[in-house]
């Protein structure tokens, strides 16, 4: 199941390279992000902003697809998780000189199965709830800029979020800190790397690589990551 849906990512990801040359209306963003043999995550989604409005002002569609796999300790027993999700959200974006923000709200759709099953866990089997999300970027100069996500699911108080503090290389290309917190009342994670951001891979696709240490309960591993954004 996991290898399919890499490979499908992967596809899709590679397909929008070679998108038409016209000015940028969409976007379209793909990454994979490995922790262990025991965690992993892949994720596809895409921006497609309502007639008449524009990625940088107005109200967008935001349609999103991923594969998380992780484990948690339940007292002295160790659960495996996989969990599907499908979301689609309205967004509004907006943007200045030196800042864009956007918040949606929308449904996702879960299903998330447990090794053993857990009956404590709120996020077990199918399930549709409300999902909301906040993100920006505020550039402090042309060289520094921080960028912030936040992800909130209130039905299942799951919560996902990531702040970067990234500094100028050259062009496009931006490094620096990450850290994310992520979890919900199973489980609770944070991860604290490097990350660069913003290298060209096409003419309308930018890729960016992290690595890091991720501390999830009593255990402790590194991660890497591989991130693509597509204008099309």
């Not at 969409?26 to 596809?44: A, F, M, N, Q, R």
């Amino acid at each position: 199941m996991m290898n399919k849906f890499i490979a499908i990512v992967l596809l899709i990801s590679l397909s929008g390279i070679s998108f038409s040359t016209r000015a940028a209306e969409k976007i379209l963003l793909t990454g994979i992000e490995t922790i262990s043999d025991s965690s992993s995550y892949v994720y596809l989604g895409t921006v497609i902003p309502l007639p008449g409005n524009t990625l940088a002002h107005g109200l967008a569609v935001h349609l999103w697809a991923d594969f998380l796999k992780y484990a948690y300790d339940s007292g002295a027993t160790e659960i495996n998780a996989k969990a599907n999700s499908v979301s689609a959200a309205i967004a509004y974006h907006d943007s200045g000189s030196n800042y864009w923000w956007n918040a949606k709200i929308g449904i996702t759709q879960n299903d998330t199965q447990l090794t053993p099953d857990d009956l404590t866990n709120q996020s077990r089997g199918k399930q549709s709830a409300l999902k909301l999300q906040l993100g920006g970027e505020y550039r402090f100069s042309s060289a520094i800029k921080m960028t912030g996500i936040a992800d909130y699911v209130p039905d299942r108080e799951a919560y996902w979020t990531r702040l970067r503090l990234l500094g100028k290389i050259d062009g496009q290309k931006y490094h620096g800190p990450e850290i994310i917190f992520q979890g919900d009342p199973s489980y609770d994670a944070q991860q604290l790397g490097w990350v660069i951001t913003g290298i060209a891979v096409q003419e309308h696709s930018l890729m960016g690589a992290k690595a890091g240490v991720r501390k999830g309960g009593d255990s402790t591993s590194g991660y890497i990551g591989v991130e693509l954004l597509t204008f099309y």
